[in-house]
């Protein structure tokens, strides 16, 4: 028997009882002839103690930081108790020991605060792994694993694998590709998501499928992105919008109770896409605070059908304002308080490139009634009082103006509501805050190619009510400045996102069953009947067999992880992950492969 009991689980009720424990050693502190040492396994730190008998032995065999010790001895009662660890109470006096392993000196300290840098800690991941905090990670990967799995199996989900060297499933993202060897010339693709795979699976009749399963997109990696990551895939048959919504909103507030303890007993809330625009400025919006985005000017041309107020902001001969194409607000509760340094500061803030605006305005709506602001010259005091009104600025407010191209400047003033609400302490980490952002554009415009694009994936369908609009109208686009009074523009989608705290965690959609339909959303891609029957003769194919109506979502697994455990990085949540440039530091990967590689998959290099 290798070991009687983990280092985690003595207790003073064992006191007595001789053990046999197994692991690392953490630390080895010595006084006079007595030797101290933490052993440590996955399970916890136990403290081990060499009398004055065992000296000699152990200047013969010297132990050292991460040795694999194996120990056998008593459980005794500690003189000297240590209360923050589980086996505080109690050591173990050590009657025999073997070194069953040793080790260098570690490149970093595996302790909870490591010495060590990211990209060392990366490249000896194996050891970063051995420490608590990114163990306590991993198991809230599995708790939320587990936890996602039990809901699934107990309403009549089925775990189906599906293939990862396929053709290609456009998701918006390039492929990996790996060549064939026993085809020369040709290549898979890795999966981007098994999307068409579990819509085939419905038209077999498996109407509840999932899989906790990795895609694979060939990204530019934006921060904290990985080119391999996981999904909670679902699929079901014979459903609508609503018992998707229903079911998946079920799972996340299933995860939150076993992973979080925390009921989350509300509705969860919901918002139509062009709200999301309009009230915060993206589509995923962080509805822990208020604080929404208001819209004093907006281009004609712009998606949203909403009014705005640009008569109150036009013509005072300010030229920012009368030649921007969008003025937004934001009113700051009690930020009539702020200093000339702490506006200097945002306005440094809002000029940074990653923001990209010019300037900052403010009207500050005093205590006592009064508006001062730093458009003054242009706005007379009733203006900027009714500007104030449509603000919705109270008595020791401020309101905070951008102004600029309409994407842009909407942009930035999401990011400065993020940015406020982060400084007003209005996002707290241990409140979760659920929504459903609703009716999507079903296509956007791509002005490279002057052609629609699906705006979540080619097999999303249209609203029911907008699929005459769909089918009756010429998707080309004769007018390109014009493109959003195509009446494709309009038309929106049966989709839906999930968004946490900001974040989004699963996106979804009713799919088109139907083979006309999706040969018509094909073609409003631009691709021809060729290519639709090239790339995805497959599934139009089996669209003529009785394909049933069908819809699923996939949720961000590592992104689920990261937001419950309370971390920026998602890196921290995957056991092996890959750094910013998609490398795996650990293994050297990407890397070149040798000419006889090569020769067998009929490939040549060619660097220019
Ligand atoms: N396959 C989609 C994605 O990866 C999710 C879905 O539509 O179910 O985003």
Same mark, same amino acid.
């Given at each position: ?33 007595? /030797? ?11 403290? %081990? ?37 589980? /086996? ?38 194996? %050891?970063? #792994? ?9 198991? #809230? ?10 809901? #699934?199996?107990?309403? $009549? ?51 509840? !499928? ?54 989350? /007993? ?12 309009? $009230? ?11 604080m929404?985005?208001h819209?004093l ?12 107020q640009?008569?109150l902001i &036009?013509?005072a001969g300010f030229?920012v304002f ?5 003025v937004l607000a934001i009113t700051v509760p009690s930020g009539a308080a702020y200093t000339r340094k702490q506006l200097d500061e945002l306005t440094e803030w809002v ?6 605006m010019?300037g900052l305005a403010y009207i500050r709506h005093n205590e006592d009634g009064t508006v001062k602001s730093s458009i003054d010259k242009f706005y007379s005091e009733e203006r900027l009082k009714k500007i104030a009104e449509t603000t919705k600025a109270n008595k020791g407010d401020i309101i905070l103006i951008l102004a600029?191209?309409?994407?842009? /400047? ?6 400065l509501?993020?940015?406020l609400?982060?400084q007003l ?19 956007? !415009? ?23 609009? *769909? ?16 009446? !494709? ?8 996102? *999930?968004? %946490? ?84 530091? *650990? ?9 006889? $590689?090569? &020769?067998? %998959? ?7």
């Open positions: 028997m290798f070991r009687s009991h983990t280092c985690g689980e003595l207790r003073m009720s064992h006191v007595g009882s001789v053990v046999t424990l197994a692991g690392w050693i953490q630390t080895i502190r010595k006084f006079g002839a007595i /030797t101290f040492v933490d052993l440590r396994d996955r399970y916890g730190i136990t403290q %081990l103690v060499f009398n004055e008998s065992l000296s000699g032995q152990l200047d013969n065999n010297p132990l050292g930081r991460e040795f694999v010790l194996q120990v056998n001895g008593k459980v005794i009662e500690r003189s000297n108790k240590n209360a923050s660890i589980p /086996t505080g109470d109690i050591e173990i006096e050590i009657q025999s020991f073997s070194i069953l392993n040793k080790s260098v000196t570690p490149p970093f300290t595996i302790q909870d605060d490591t010495d060590g840098g990211d990209d060392l800690r990366m490249k000896f991941r194996y %050891l970063d #792994l051995r420490r608590n905090p990114v163990k306590k990670n991993l198991e #809230l990967r599995y708790a939320v694993n587990r936890s996602a799995r039990n809901y #699934l199996h107990e309403h $009549q989900f089925m775990d189906i694998e599906t293939p990862f060297l396929i053709k290609s499933t456009p998701e918006g993202a390039r492929d990996f590709v790996v060549p064939s060897r026993m085809n020369a010339g040709q290549f898979y693709a890795l999966p981007q998501s098994p999307q068409t795979f579990k819509q085939l699976l419905m038209v077999s009749g498996y109407d509840r !499928y999932y899989q906790v399963v990795k895609c694979f997109r060939d990204e530019d990696l934006r921060a904290d992105r990985q080119p391999e990551f996981t999904q909670i895939d679902c699929e079901m048959s014979f459903v609508e919008q609503e018992d998707i919504l229903d079911m998946f909103e079920g799972l996340i507030k299933r995860i939150f109770k076993d992973v979080k303890g925390v009921e989350y /007993t509300d509705q969860v809330e919901r918002m139509t896409w062009e709200d999301a625009m309009w $009230q915060y400025g993206n589509d995923k919006p962080d509805i822990r605070f208020g929404q985005i819209t000017k907006k281009p004609a041309s712009v998606y949203y059908n909403k009014t705005d640009s008569a &036009n013509d030229a009368d030649g921007a194409e969008s000029k940074r490139p990653q923001i990209g010019k600029g191209a309409e994407e842009r /400047t909407r942009k930035a003033m999401s990011e509501r993020l940015e609400g982060e302490g209005l996002r707290k980490k241990d409140e979760f805050k659920l929504l459903w952002v609703l009716d999507f554009p079903l296509f956007e !415009y791509s002005e490279d190619d002057n052609r629609w694009v699906a705006r979540h994936h080619p097999f999303t369908s249209p609203k029911p009510s907008q699929i005459s609009t *769909m089918i009756e109208n010429d998707p080309a686009i004769k007018d390109a400045a014009n493109y959003l009074s195509h009446p !494709y523009a309009q038309i929106k989608a049966n989709a839906y996102d *999930m968004v %946490l705290n900001g974040n989004e965690i699963g996106g979804g959609s009713i799919r088109i069953y139907q083979r006309e339909l999706q040969e018509k959303m094909f073609e409003a891609l631009g691709m021809s009947k060729e290519e639709a029957l090239h790339k995805f003769g497959f599934l139009l194919g089996a669209f003529e067999y009785g394909a049933p109506p069908h819809g699923g979502i996939a949720f961000g697994f590592d992104r689920l992880c990261a937001i419950l455990g309370g971390s920026e990085s998602i890196r921290d949540f995957i056991a092996f992950p890959k750094n910013n440039s998609g490398r795996d530091v *650990m293994l050297d990967a990407p890397s070149s492969i040798d000419d006889v $590689q090569l &020769n067998e %998959l009929n490939l040549k290099i060619n660097l220019s």
